[in-house]
């Protein structure tokens, strides 16, 4: 990526030009030497956190090659003779490589047969190569020419035997439907392919998750010591981001207080905590690509009546989901479970609000959210990998939201959690 100048403001410019006549001076007898900056001192929170990075091992090569292997028998099911993405996750997932999207086409082709090829602007060709490691096929178009033509070549030389090229979700539709415009493929979804090997985690994969996942907890646990009646959503946020970064890592989440917990991606209204206000903090971080998505709520300071009984009428529809996922039984089975718990006691019905305003769970891997989901309709059978969020909600606009979020794998034995379970509104880590 090229280096784009930042601007500098007045202030900026103004100090910057006292800096350098400073040092211009720097030699001249009488000049005092700039005193030290005080270090900072560490906040409280903060000093009970070290590093949690030890022991984290990523993805070997030798497993992306068998992904690849993968992706290729699944290709001949479906009668595909390639499959074309750009440098986003998949990327990631297959090839170890991650490239921003930007108006030049840059993209890999993983074909039914034979090794992956790259589509590169010409003068990005060295740096493309820097990140490749599997195969060595770069084909690169200058500026006053078409890459789409590349992509089409590609298939053919690797062999046509279906007239079929596999286009990924996140490839923009301008780069889709130049290669159709250039060539006599027909495009299909590699969907089949990509989640048909994204959705089902070996033990590496799971391995970084459950790290994502103990990390974001002590994040968590140490921030929410920091809740007090006049800080905000932003305070509360920052101080969860510092947790993640003593403990080695980027992450964050967002906070909610009050009557904006009922918004279940939160509110853009500035907030300011008073003693009693439900709080709820959700987000996560990802190691060496992988992710993770824990929502806690809580109560600053002694909890009402009633937000105790939402509080346990959620968690009852967190186990009743957590209880329905099955191997073998369908995706929606989760979602109809936990429903029925928030049903059953008058809210909804639907995705109705007061209710439950969205699907139980989402998948996650290395994004957060990806293939496949906990909502009615979904058939897909659950099966050994598989990992998914299970997060019921319940939402009372204009009075709070609970939501209680851990995340889930599923094992021969059936599913299993990343992390404990919140087991009361005043101990939200078991």
């Not at 718990?341 to 995705?351: E, K, L, N, R, T």
Request: net charge negative; hydrophobic share 40%; charged share 20%.
């Amino acid at each position: 990526m090229e280096n784009t100048p930042v601007p500098f403001s007045r202030r900026q410019f103004l100090s910057t030009s006292a800096l350098g006549a400073g040092a211009l001076a720097a030699g001249c007898a009488g000049t005092p030497e700039p005193a030290p900056a005080a270090a900072a001192e560490t906040p409280a929170f903060l000093k009970g956190l070290t590093p949690m990075t030890a022991g984290v091992v990523p993805i070997g090569d030798d497993e992306r090659r068998a992904r690849i292997a993968k992706a290729q028998k699944l290709m001949a099911e479906q009668k595909l003779d390639a499959i074309f993405m750009e440098g986003t996750a998949s990327c990631f997932y297959f090839a170890n490589m991650r490239w921003g999207q930007s108006e030049r086409t840059f993209g890999v082709v993983i074909p039914a047969n034979g090794e992956l090829a790259y589509v590169c602007p010409g003068f990005e060709e060295d740096r493309a190569r820097e990140m490749i490691t599997f195969g060595n096929d770069v084909r690169v178009w200058q500026e006053d020419e078409s890459p789409y033509k590349l992509i089409a070549d590609i298939v053919r030389d690797r062999g046509v035997r279906h007239g079929r090229i596999g286009i990924e979700e996140r490839v923009r539709f301008f780069i889709a439907d130049g290669i159709k415009k250039a060539s006599s493929l027909e495009l299909a979804d590699a969907t089949p392919v990509t989640a048909g090997c994204r959705m089902y985690k070996t033990a590496a994969e799971i391995a970084l998750m459950q790290r994502a996942n103990d990390v974001t907890i002590e994040a968590y646990r140490a921030a929410l010591t920091t809740m007090k009646p006049g800080m905000t959503q932003g305070e509360l946020s920052g101080n969860i981001a510092a947790a993640f970064k003593a403990l080695g890592y980027t992450g964050g989440a967002s906070a909610q207080f009050g009557i904006y917990t009922a918004f279940p991606h939160g509110s853009a209204t500035p907030q300011t905590l008073k003693e009693g206000d439900v709080v709820m903090i959700d987000g996560g971080m990802s190691c060496e690509g992988y992710a993770a998505d824990i929502t806690r709520t809580v109560v600053a300071g002694k909890a009402t009546t009633r937000q105790i009984e939402i509080w346990n009428l959620e968690k009852r529809a967190q186990d009743a989901g957590f209880a329905a996922a099955v191997i073998g039984a369908p995706c929606e089975n989760v979602d109809i479970a936990a429903r029925k718990v928030i049903v059953d006691a008058g809210f909804g019905p639907g995705y109705k609000v007061p209710g439950l305003p969205h699907r139980t769970g989402h998948g996650i891997g290395i994004e957060g959210h990806e293939w496949t989901n906990f909502v009615l309709g979904n058939k897909t059978p659950l099966a050994p990998g598989m990992c998914f969020s299970d997060e019921p909600t319940v939402a009372i606009y204009g009075e709070f939201g609970i939501r209680l979020e851990d995340c889930l794998f599923m094992t021969e034995a059936g599913p299993k959690f990343f992390t404990k379970q919140s087991i009361a509104i005043d101990q939200p880590f078991g």
